[in-house]
Nanobody
Framework: AIQLVESGGGSVQAGGSLRLSCVAS????????MAWFRQVPGQKREGVVV???????HTADFVKDRFTVSQDRGKNTLYLQMSSLKPEDTAMYYC?????????????WGKGTLVTISS
């Protein structure tokens, strides 16, 4: 199984920034999809940024121009740079990976890192 470990969450004021990290264990996927999701307790999980290694990239409208995803393949680490944070960005953030096209869903999930934005 692939292990994903998120970090970087915390509490900041509105307008601030955070960078989330997700370290993935070694995998043998020849084609993969990775993503950041978020979920507020009692609400549906929503995709934040979804991309694959063939160039597909989808960023949710509610974070466009504020959140940026990047990778350090040498460190097997996925990042989510978040800026201009809003109270409505408060959620548990999860990273995930799947071994196929993104529309087929994710195979493995991290345990999440909590982001809290105060007004």
């Amino acid at each position: 199984a692939i292990q994903l470990v998120e970090s970087g969450g915390g509490s900041v004021q509105a307008g601030g920034s955070l960078r989330l990290s997700c370290v993935a264990s070694w995998h043998t996927y020849s084609h993969y999809c990775m993503a950041w999701f978020r979920q507020v307790p009692g609400q549906k999980r929503e995709g934040v940024v979804v991309f694959d290694d063939y160039g597909y990239n989808h960023t949710a409208d509610f974070v466009k121009d504020r959140f940026t995803v990047s990778q350090d393949r040498g460190k097997n680490t996925l990042y989510l740079q978040m800026s201009s944070l809003k109270p409505e960005d408060t959620a548990m953030y999860y990273c995930a990976i799947g071994g196929s096209w993104c529309y087929r869903g994710m195979d493995y999930w991290g345990k999440g890192t909590l982001v809290t934005i105060s007004s």
